[in-house]
């Protein structure tokens, strides 16, 4: 039970009006325990109580069901009661209000300082033992807790964190707008945790306002609350009436702490007559017309022409030279303002324009615009298409469509011709309408999914699979244009919450009547993703959370992310088939040389699933088990839980071994290895022979070259060797190298052989 004075609780309850937002508020907490005193009998022996190696665990309960847990306290060999002070939390980082959750236990002596827990005690009479500490008697900064077994005595520390800004100042869209015709200037920032760099994950009220540099005249622009990323339009107007010509700024303020940040001054210009470019993008001509944006003060025609070819840099005058190459250019009525239009780029002979520089010319109300801009032949398309929601099946109710999103090599979007997209239903034992779109001239293509695809009474796979290409020459003159296509993959729709388990994306084959049916799992790698601690998939956000977090992994594994880009997942998507399960894996802690080390308690396999990982909430560092199996993803944020999903991945599935220097798991396979166990193994067997490094001499050269001692270079050499260049997902969760590729395709060929 928990033992309060009356004093202490009208104290702590007057502290907590002080605590209490309206809304969830960011905190810091800090958590020692001053004294543990045993009443339970601990390492028995026939009729004798041990004396325990007893250590204290405390969780921070959100109220969303998640919980941050604390390190366990460091046990004590051989007494009853313990005197402190011993630190668990630092500096853990909840959002208030939220409550303790107190277990305790014995620790193995045997295996200390590692904390592997023996036995558990009691706390409280509640079924789990552990002791629940509300919010409201948290104020007052001390908790004692009696329980059967021991008590437990604690400070607790919460310090509220305001957010801040992420810059200095605002950015500016523009540096002159003309209200007359709807000019808009847009400023942005971030918000983030002051002294971090980490965007604020609750909402934050700013108020914004514009300051007229002549006279200090201030014109309200409201208040709002914004999640991370601030940005605010303003068009150069209080109310309906247009401010005079003079400079101006935004100004944004956090309403809770009065910190302000302006932007650049920026002008509002007099109305007069004109024309001017105001968009135009380098453009792949067989994406289609090219947008030029343009703004306009005056009603009239207005006419585009290409100019071309022009010197790339180094002119004076950057359109001098070039002549017109359409016979028939482009001519509309506008209305004043801005706008945009598309353009064709064809020479003469009716052609896509090749790659070189041009110049756009507008021209209007005897007025002219000019803008040079490149033409390059696209770079290699690069395709990806997921649901959303992500699995439909865990988000009932909500819209459904599927997007198919183009690429560049880089990652960055990619314009093209055309994007079509199809979706249909398989093995609903019902004939089912397939839907299919198609767009043009973009880099994304959605396609919405009726909701009587997407019944929850209907245990179905959502098919979707799309393709995207440029433009061809008009008459063939040219080989056929860049194209992509994504194969079929399916996704759970249908009530599978009251399942073991549903699709997340699996490869699909046609079954030769029109339809699809599933892969043969012998010859693909199944890997299942559970919720595992901090989620619970009956609440709503805790599910969204959890469905965020398995979109930013399967974007990240299909391609779709700059630090990894092309993948061997994406090199044969067939090979690979992802499930969840609804079954959650709980996830504990142990101390490991200083390290709060993940420990994965007993779970529910999904059976046929050769890799499991689990996506879990708890701070600590994940690792691969022993066989292989089983890996565990800290979902902090989606892209923590993607890429550390990445990392484990290659563990899991493929048994690569880690490359960091000085405290990895390293050995070395049997066949095809990308860590040697030596010099000579490393020439003769590594990918990249001539880049053989020992594992951490990169680091420590790296060190002594600043000056630091080698005594000193935190960094250490292993013996252990490497032959691939960096960065490499083995290292820091980016790209595949050869050695991790070639690796890969050994373990996809055994399985196309059936030896999944």
């Not at 993008?281 to 306009?296: H, K, Q």
């Not at 790296?702 to 290292?731: E, F």
């Not at 395709?745 to 999944?756: L, P, S």
Request: with cysteine.
């Amino acid at each position: 039970m928990l033992r309060y004075s009356l004093w202490r609780l009208l104290c702590v309850m007057a502290a907590f009006a002080l605590h209490c937002t309206a809304t969830a508020q960011l905190s810091s907490v800090g958590i020692t325990i001053d004294s543990i005193k045993n009443k339970g009998c601990f390492d028995r022996f026939l009729f004798f109580c041990g004396k325990p190696e007893l250590t204290v665990h405390v969780g921070l309960r959100q109220r969303d069901g998640t919980i941050v847990m604390c390190p366990w306290s460091t046990p004590s060999k051989n007494l009853d009661n313990v005197t402190g002070p011993l630190a668990t939390c630092n500096d853990a980082r909840v959002e208030a209000p939220f409550d303790l959750v107190v277990s305790i236990a014995d620790a193995d002596e045997n295996k200390l300082p590692a904390i592997e827990i023996q036995e558990t005690g009691r706390l409280s009479n509640a079924p789990s033992g552990d002791a629940t500490v509300p919010w409201y008697l948290l104020g007052g900064g001390s908790v004692n807790i009696s329980g059967p077994d021991a008590d437990v005595a604690m400070q607790v520390s919460i310090q509220e964190i305001f957010p801040g800004f992420g810059t200095r100042a605002l950015s500016l869209s523009r540096l002159s707008i003309d209200p007359s015709i709807g000019d808009q200037v847009m400023a942005s920032t971030t918000i983030v945790e002051r002294g971090t760099n980490i965007s604020y994950r609750s909402g934050a009220r700013v108020h914004f306002s514009a300051v007229a540099r002549s006279n200090s005249a201030v014109i309200d622009l409201g208040e709002a609350a914004f999640q991370q990323q601030l940005n605010i339009t303003w068009d150069g107007r209080n109310g309906a009436t247009a401010m005079p010509p003079g400079r101006y700024v935004l100004r944004t303020t956090m309403v809770r702490t009065g910190e302000t940040i302006e932007s650049p001054e920026f002008v509002i210009a007099a109305a007069v007559p004109g024309l001017e470019i105001t968009r135009l993008t380098d453009w792949n001509s067989r994406a289609g017309p090219v947008e030029v944006g343009y703004r306009l003060t005056r009603n009239g025609p207005i006419t585009a022409t290409v100019l071309g070819p022009v010197p790339v840099d180094g002119a004076a005058d950057p359109c001098a030279g070039g002549v017109p190459l359409a016979t028939n250019p482009d001519r509309w009525n506008s209305n004043a303002g801005n706008f945009a239009h598309p353009v064709l780029l064809v020479a003469p002979s009716g052609s896509f324009l090749g790659d070189g520089a041009y110049c756009m010319r507008l021209e209007s109300n005897g007025q002219q615009a000019l803008r040079r801009f490149a033409v390059r032949s696209g770079p290699p398309l690069v395709l990806n298409v997921s649901p959303h929601p992500v699995i439909p099946a865990l988000a009932p109710g909500e819209p459904v469509y599927v997007e198919a999103r183009v690429f560049d090599e880089k990652r960055s979007a990619r314009p093209t011709g055309t994007i079509a997209v199809k979706a249909s239903l398989t093995d609903v034992g019902m004939p089912m309408p397939t839907v299919t779109t198609t767009c043009t001239n973009v880099s994304s293509c959605r396609l919405g999914i009726p909701p009587a695809m997407v019944n929850p009474s209907v245990i179905a796979l959502l098919v979707f699979e799309a393709s995207a290409s440029d433009l061809a020459n008009p008459g063939n003159v040219d080989p056929q244009p860049p194209q992509v296509t994504f194969a079929p993959r399916g996704v759970s729709v249908g009530p599978t919450l009251g399942r073991a388990y549903g699709a997340i994306s699996i490869p699909l084959t046609p079954d030769g009547a029109g339809g699809f049916k599933i892969y043969d799992r012998r010859r693909a790698i199944d890997m299942a993703i559970h919720p595992g601690t901090g989620f619970d998939l009956s609440q709503p956000p805790s599910r969204a959370q959890f469905l965020d977090a398995i979109d930013a992994t399967m974007r990240l594994v299909f391609g779709e992310d700059a630090i990894v880009r092309d993948t061997s997942i994406t090199a044969a998507p067939d090979a690979f088939a992802f499930w969840f399960t609804t079954t959650r894996a709980d996830i504990g802690v142990y101390a490991d040389s200083g390290d709060v080390m993940c420990r994965r308690d007993a779970m529910t396999s999904l059976p046929f699933a050769e890799v499991q990982a689990v996506f879990h909430l708890v701070d600590c560092r994940d690792t691969t088990d022993g066989s292989g199996a089983t890996f565990s993803a800290f979902a902090r944020t989606t892209r923590s839980a993607a890429t550390i999903f990445w990392h484990e991945l290659h563990h899991g599935a493929f048994d690569l071994a880690d490359e960091y220097a000085d405290d990895g798991g390293y050995f070395q396979t049997a066949d095809v290895p990308n860590v040697m166990g030596s010099a000579a193994d490393c020439a003769r067997l590594g990918a990249q022979a001539e880049l053989c490094e020992q594992i951490g001499a990169r680091e420590e050269d790296a060190c002594v070259a600043k000056g630091t001692k080698v005594g000193d270079c935190p960094i250490r050499r292993v013996n252990w060797w490497r032959a691939a260049p960096r960065p490499d997902v083995m290292i820091g969760n980016t790209i595949e190298n050869a050695d991790d590729q070639r690796r890969a395709n050994f373990i996809v060929a055994r399985c196309r052989r059936g030896q999944c």
